[in-house]
C-alpha cells in the first residue's frame, strides 16, 4: 500500500462466505483481481472440523488475507476450532449469526442465533479466550417478529460486551420459516439505515454492511456510514468487479486488474492443481463469469461448461477459452 495512503480497516471491503462458491479455488482466483480484499472462506461448522475426514482448515497461503466463517453454538467446540483456525494462518474468526436455512437452523447455528444473544456471547468470549486474531460476527437486522431497532441494539449490546469489536450487519431481516435461503436474500426489503444508525448509536464498534451492493459506486456510499463493506453474489458472478477494488477504495496508485490479467495469473495455479488431481471443472467453474459484458464472453462460458468437466481435461481448455475473448 502507498505509505501515502491513509490505513484501512482490515475489512473495508470483503468478499462475502458463500457456501458451494467461496472455495479455496475460487479464493485463489478472487485474489489475483485483488491484493487487499478480505476472503471468507464458506460457513465451516466446528462439528465438521473436528469429526470430518477431510482437512476443512486447508489452505493456500498465497489467498490470504482470509478470514473463516464458523458455524455452530457450542462454545467449547468453537474454542477448539478457532484456535486450529489461527494456527493455520487465517487472519479472523467469524460467527455465522445470519444464515436462515432450515438445516442450520437443526444445528442451532446461524440466524436463530439472535434470540439467544447471552449464547452468542458465550461463543464469542470461548473463541476470544483462544485466539489473539480478531472474532467477529456476522448477523442479520433481525428474525421473524424480533426486528426492532431496539431487539438489534439489544443484541448487539451483549456481543459488544464480551469485547468483540467487529460486526459484520446483512441489512436485512431474516424469516425463519416460510421462506428458503435464496428468498431471504432478496425478499425481505433492504434498510441500510438501520445500520447506519447502528454505527452511530455504536461508534466504537467496526461495523461493515452487506446486501444487495453491486457496483463501486454504491460501496464508496456506504463507506460514508460504516467502516466495511461486505459484497456476495455480485463479486461472484462478475468478479471483474474485483479488478478495480484495490485502486478505488485503498490506492489511487494501485492497477486496475483485467479479467484476462487474472486468468493468465491462474494458469500456474491450475497445472499445479491437476498436477495433484484435482479435477478442472473445480477451479474453472468459479471463473466462468470472468468476462461478462465483454465481447465473447458466452463462448468463454459455453467452452468451459462444455469441456471443462471431461476426463484428463487439462490447462489447454482454458487457453483454448480465452482465446473466444477479445483482447
Known amino acids: 500500500m502507498n505509505p501515502n495512503q491513509p490505513h484501512f480497516y482490515r475489512g473495508r471491503f470483503s468478499v462475502a462466505p458463500m457456501l458451494d462458491w467461496t472455495t479455496r479455488h475460487c479464493r485463489y482466483f478472487h485474489r489475483q483481481f485483488s491484493q487487499h480484499a478480505l476472503l471468507y472462506t464458506e460457513m465451516v461448522t466446528s462439528q465438521a472440523i473436528i469429526h470430518a475426514k477431510y482437512d476443512h482448515l486447508a489452505f493456500d497461503i498465497a489467498e490470504s488475507p482470509v478470514a473463516i ?3 455452530g453454538s457450542d ?3 468453537l474454542r477448539h476450532c478457532a484456535k486450529l483456525a489461527e494456527e493455520r494462518g487465517y487472519v479472523e474468526i467469524n460467527l455465522n449469526v445470519g444464515c436462515p436455512s432450515d438445516r442450520v437452523q437443526n444445528g442451532m447455528f446461524g440466524a436463530c442465533l439472535m434470540a439467544k444473544a ?7 468470549t470461548a473463541m476470544q479466550s483462544a485466539v489473539n486474531i480478531p472474532v467477529t460476527v456476522k448477523t442479520r437486522i433481525g428474525i421473524d417478529e424480533l426486528d ?3 431487539f438489534l441494539c439489544d443484541f ?10 467487529e460486526l459484520i450487519v446483512h441489512a436485512r431481516k431474516a424469516w425463519l420459516s416460510g421462506l428458503s435461503p435464496k428468498e431471504n436474500r432478496e425478499i425481505p426489503p433492504l434498510d441500510y439505515e438501520r445500520v447506519y444508525q447502528l454505527k452511530r448509536d455504536f461508534p466504537d464498534l467496526l461495523i461493515s454492511i452487506n446486501g444487495g451492493i453491486k457496483t463501486i459506486e454504491e460501496m464508496k456510499t456506504h463507506l460514508q456510514y460504516v467502516d466495511g463493506v461486505m459484497v456476495g453474489r455480485e463479486t461472484y458472478q462478475n468478479p471483474s468487479l474485483l479488478g478495480f477494488i484495490d485502486n478505488a477504495l485503498f490506492d489511487e496508485n494501485a492497477p486496475i486488474i483485467t479479467a484476462r490479467q487474472a486468468v493468465e495469473k491462474m494458469l500456474p495455479y491450475i497445472e499445479n492443481q ?19 459484458n465483454c465481447k465473447g464472453a458466452r463462448q468463454w462460458r459455453r467452452y468451459l461448461s462444455e469441456n471443462a468437466h471431461k476426463s484428463g481435461a487439462g490447462i489447454e481448455i482454458v487457453e483454448t477459452a480465452l482465446n473466444f475473448v477479445e483482447k
Open 69 to 71: 466463517q464458523l458455524g
Open 75 to 77: 462454545p467449547e467446540q
Open 118 to 124: 447471552d449464547l452468542v456471547a458465550d461463543c464469542v
Open 148 to 150: 426492532s431497532y431496539e
Open 156 to 165: 448487539v449490546e451483549k456481543v459488544k460486551n464480551t469485547g468483540c469489536h
Open 274 to 292: 491437476l498436477s495433484q488431481g484435482v479435477y478442472l471443472n473445480h477451479i474453472t467453474r468459479h471463473m466462468l463469469g470472468a468476462f461478462q
